[in-house]
């Protein structure tokens, strides 16, 4: 069973449109963070979410952190075909005092011209 | 400033041969050292991590084990590979709770 459960697991759109990717959970964490990960690359982090109800906006993109922190989305305003990739939440729990950084299962977004 | 090293970036090894991949990290003292593994296109399967020299926790059962012989070496070991021990390794490091992970490239690991 997976600690973060991301939807959907794959998005395909066309340039410009909006999309939105959920990563949901049981258990509360002290933060949550968003990668995006290329094929044969290691995932590069986007944003760090802590304080619950926090956004985070970064160009293009919206981040949100739920009031419970079990939950956060991250939303993507006219996409453009360089926003194709894999995108990952983690997070490390409150109860875990080694930091332990748990991922989701990924959602590939795909952008075509 | 901070860089991790991981190699080798592709291998290809057959079934029962042993396994040794190495990470490196340099310009910190003291990370938080991790291994993953990732299925084509999913997420990524925290397989290992340490807080300290010669300090392993495993969070799951399989084939694999880790050592860190120095604080800033992090090596993936392996006995006798299977067939599932196919996939992507990665291995990260982090500073504290709420700080982000880097990533090295990681490795393409192929059974045969």
């Known amino acids: 069973t997976q600690l973060l459960e991301q939807s959907p697991q794959f998005l395909s759109i066309q340039e410009g449109e909006n999309l939105t990717v959920y990563c949901n959970s049981s258990s509360v964490f002290s933060s949550l963070q968003w990668y995006r990960q290329e094929p044969g690359e290691g995932p590069v982090l986007l944003v760090t979410?802590?304080?619950?109800?926090e956004v985070k906006k970064l160009k293009r993109l919206t981040f949100q952190f739920g009031d419970a922190r079990k939950d956060s989305s991250l939303h993507i305003t006219a996409a453009q075909p360089g926003d194709t990739g894999l995108y990952l939440c983690?997070?490390?729990?409150?109860?875990?005092?080694?930091?332990?950084?748990?991922f989701g299962a990924g959602t590939q977004v795909v952008v075509t011209p | 400033s901070q860089t991790i090293h991981q190699w080798p970036a592709t291998l290809v090894q057959p079934v029962g041969s042993p396994l040794s991949l190495e990470c490196t990290v340099e310009?910190?003292?003291?990370?938080?050292l991790y291994w993953y593994r990732q299925a084509a296109g999913r997420g990524l399967q925290l397989l290992f991590y340490s807080v300290g020299i010669g300090q392993i926790s495993s969070e799951v059962p399989q084939n694999l084990s880790a050592s860190r012989p120095q604080d800033r070496q992090f090596i993936l070991s392996s006995k006798k590979l299977l067939l599932s021990d196919s996939g992507f390794y990665l291995c990260?490091?982090?500073?504290?709770?709420?700080?982000?992970?880097?990533f090295g490239q990681g490795t393409r690991l192929t059974v045969v």
């Open positions: 990260a490091w982090k500073v504290a709770m709420n700080t982000e992970a880097f």
């Open positions: 310009g910190t003292s003291n990370p938080n």
């Open positions: 983690a997070g490390a729990r409150r109860t875990d005092s080694w930091g332990k950084l748990q």
């Open positions: 979410v802590v304080t619950g109800g």
